[in-house]
Antibody
Framework: EVKLVESGGDLVQPGGSLRLSCAVS????????FHWVRQAPGKGLEYVST????????YYADSVKGRFTISRDNSKNTLYLQMGSLRAEDTAVYYC???????????WGQGALVTVSS | EIVLTQSPATLSLSPGERATLSCRAS??????LAWYQQKPGQAPRLLIY???NRAAGIPARFSGSGSGTDFTLTISSLEPEDFALYYC??????????FGQGTRLDIK
């Protein structure tokens, strides 16, 4: 069974940092590109970041570039999103997703809620 | 950045009816378009990719069509579980990958 399980969501103060993890099972983690997508409360879906199979290529939305870092550990079947200089507008449910055809989101985790507030 | 505009914002139909949802791109995206379904409190689910290919496990009542700038998701005969939010998404010329604002499919 394909499973993606996010963890690390929390309440954090503006300017703070947080690391999300996405543990993957049920398929060969190292063979796939992965993404992070977020959804602010009551809003639509927003692309955040992408990492290639070996981590050699990473991409970011302009809204998070320079503040967020995507990474992966193929030995642990885990994807990460290091978030820094957090703002109120970063408040959202963050989903990890497995790639399909270089840019579609084939399977998704259940999401991790990040709340940025003082 | 490619902007996707979905219409209508809300569609109210009854079970058994046919639903037609539209997505228009601000420039040509070939067939690099996907459709997702999202129910309250759940993650999105991939329905259609590359404009017309059904994802694994998706019922045949869901179909996608279009190319260039105009795309359609059709649900041939609505089941009670189909009432949800639907998003289109493009993967042409990214980053950024972009989504439409969504169409809410309500029970009439």
């Amino acid at each position: 069974e394909v499973k993606l399980v996010e963890s690390g969501g929390d309440l954090v103060q503006p300017g703070g940092s947080l690391r999300l993890s996405c543990a993957v099972s049920g398929f060969t983690f190292r063979s796939y590109t992965f993404h992070w997508v977020r959804q602010a409360p009551g809003k639509g879906l927003e692309y955040v970041s992408t990492i290639s199979t070996n981590g050699g290529a990473t991409y970011y939305a302009d809204s998070v570039k320079g503040r967020f870092t995507i990474s992966r550990d193929n030995s642990k079947n885990t994807l990460y999103l290091q978030m820094g200089s957090l703002r109120a507008e970063d408040t959202a449910v963050y989903y990890c997703a497995r790639d399909l055809n270089w840019g579609f989101f084939y399977s998704w985790g259940q999401g991790a809620l990040v709340t940025v507030s003082s | 950045e490619i902007v996707l505009t979905q219409s209508p914002a809300t569609l109210s139909l009854s079970p058994g009816e046919r639903a037609t949802l539209s997505c228009r791109a601000s420039q040509s995206i070939n067939t690099f378009l996907a459709w997702y379904q999202q129910k309250p409190g759940q993650a999105p689910r991939l329905l259609i990719y590359d404009a017309s290919n059904r994802a694994a496990g998706i019922p045949a009542r869901f179909s996608g069509s279009g190319s260039g700038t105009d795309f359609t998701l059709t649900i041939s005969s609505l089941e009670p579980e189909d009432f949800a939010l639907y998003y289109c998404q493009q993967r042409s010329n990214w980053p950024p990958i972009t989504f439409g604002q969504g169409t809410r499919l309500d029970i009439k």
